[in-house]
């Protein structure tokens, strides 16, 4: 990710950090949303099943008798503009990944298997229209046949079959059908594939934010009832024609670059995106490494690593343990997350060097300390531990993230001369690993072990989500040296 878009990206999460509460801000929730709008589609779809005629002759009917009750109406446009709404959020979901490099190294398996749920889901989308057999889905079932007769199969029939509307019958919308309800538990397949290499993921957005979410979508469903144009006719071409612009858009952009230029275009955008995880490939940074002879097999690494990477498996020396970690090395993303969670990883251990039971090649434990000691000896004070999303300047002590940093780190930093401590972190729910910052919010504030033990100065200690807001971070500096002047 560049900082030019990165920044970006921050921008617009702190713009609408002003609108919402920073942990249901909708930008950093996209894929959460996405699962919510599918789920209300899926649920409003099986009422409005159970009461359609899935034959070509009463399918129209059907859908205008669904129009003229209450139930049937709102639940109709409830249907259509969560399918919207799962469109938008997909997309916007898929583009921000996209512009994070979220598809690099142990992301390439999410990002890959997030690739099959776009066409999935415009197929879906597009089959629902057809099952209503007004104008619009002649248009839109005649526009497909078109382009499929385009490129690659070169067969005429389809388009003469949709323009004079010969052989469309029961066995083309049992066809229609079959797509329309088999391709979301595809899509719902694909879903579960998509988030198996991860943990603690979040499947359903905040109630703060998903409800209001439903309650827009029932709203708009009620003002602008998602009815049946008129009924297909293949002989009549209606002047204008209301299309839905989520789904329809492709109808358009053929006439723009003809069905070739359409299919050249997807081919080459669809093989594009997924490639770029070869395409784009950088050198990653060394693997956690587990030291056995630190690990007692407690779990928390792989309890708290972001993506799956660390496991527990049965014990392989001499030691009275059960369990050891273990590292999958092409799922890490070295974080540090786990160190920072180990029992081990504590400045207060007299052990000569320091060793924790998991821990970084590239900044270990041992030498956090050392750089920490440096910083208390020149009499630095407050101390900063801060991890690249967030704008820190020199000064500041950098962890390859912040839930890299032990809380006791805290402590041995306080007792040894440092009026306080201040960390600087992603903004909230935006950490470049995931759970960083939840899950440092959680151990300082005595949820989730490791802990900052309760005889630690609450006052002393700062955690600030500001990501590239330097003014944000320096407020929070200045307010713990007020705080420590006014003890002098």
């Excluded at 198996?196 to 708009?220: E, F, K, N, Y």
């Excluded at 504030?445 to 005889?455: M, S």
């Amino acid at each position: 990710m560049t900082t030019a878009i990165g920044r970006m990206d921050e921008a617009i999460g702190a713009s609408l950090d002003r609108v919402f509460e920073p942990r249901a801000n909708p930008w950093r929730h996209l894929g959460c949303l996405a699962f919510l709008f599918f789920v209300v589609c899926a649920l409003s779809g099986l009422y409005l099943y159970a009461l359609f005629d899935t034959s070509l002759a009463g399918a129209y009917e059907s859908g205008r008798a669904l129009d003229r009750s209450l139930p049937g109406g709102l639940l109709r446009g409830l249907h259509r503009y969560s399918a919207d709404a799962f469109a938008v959020t997909v997309v916007l979901h898929l583009a921000r990944e996209l512009a994070r490099g979220h598809f690099r190294a142990h992301r390439a398996w999410s990002w890959l298997s997030g690739l099959v749920l776009v066409p999935l889901a415009w197929i879906a989308g597009l089959t629902g229209f057809w099952l209503a057999w007004d104008e619009r889905a002649l248009f839109s079932a005649a526009a497909v046949a078109e382009w499929l007769a385009a490129w690659p199969f070169r067969s005429m029939s389809l388009t003469r079959d949709f323009s004079t509307g010969a052989a469309i019958g029961d066995r083309f919308f049992s066809l229609v059908v079959f797509l329309h309800i088999g391709v979301p538990l595809a899509a719902l397949a694909a879903t579960w594939v998509h988030i198996q290499r991860l943990s603690h993921v979040r499947a359903w957005p905040p109630a703060v934010m998903g409800v209001p979410a439903i309650a827009a979508l029932v709203l708009l469903a009620l003002v602008s009832p998602a009815s049946s144009l008129a009924p297909a006719d293949a002989f009549s071409v209606p002047a204008a024609l209301a299309v839905d612009w989520f789904y329809h858009f492709p109808h358009a952009l053929a006439r723009l670059v003809g069905h070739e230029g359409l299919w050249v275009a997807l081919a080459a955008c669809g093989g594009l995106l997924a490639a770029l995880p070869w395409i784009a490939r950088h050198e990653r940074p060394p693997a956690a490494r587990v030291d056995l002879g630190n690990c007692n097999g407690c779990g928390r690494c792989a309890d708290d690593c972001p993506f799956a990477a660390v496991v527990m498996v049965a014990r392989s020396d001499a030691l009275p343990h059960v369990r050891e970690a273990s590292v999958r090395a092409d799922l890490c993303s070295a974080c540090g997350i786990c160190a920072g969670a180990c029992p081990s990883a504590t400045p207060f251990r007299l052990r000569t060097p320091l060793a924790s039971g998991i821990d970084l090649p590239q900044q270990p434990v041992a030498a956090l300390r050392d750089t920490l000691e440096r910083a208390l000896a020149a009499g630095r004070s407050p101390i900063v531990f801060a991890c690249p999303g967030a704008d820190a300047g020199g000064d500041a002590i950098e962890v390859q993230c912040a839930a890299m940093l032990p809380p006791s780190f805290v402590q041995y930093a306080l007792r040894g001369g440092a009026g306080g401590v201040v960390v600087a972190a992603c903004r909230e729910g935006d950490c470049e690993h995931r759970l960083g910052d939840r899950w440092v919010r959680e151990r300082f504030g005595g949820a989730r072990a490791p802990r900052l033990r309760a005889l630690v100065p609450r006052d002393r200690v700062r955690v600030v989500n500001c990501g590239t807001d330097r003014a944000m971070l320096e407020r929070a500096v200045e307010s713990m040296r007020i705080v420590e002047g006014g003890d002098g």
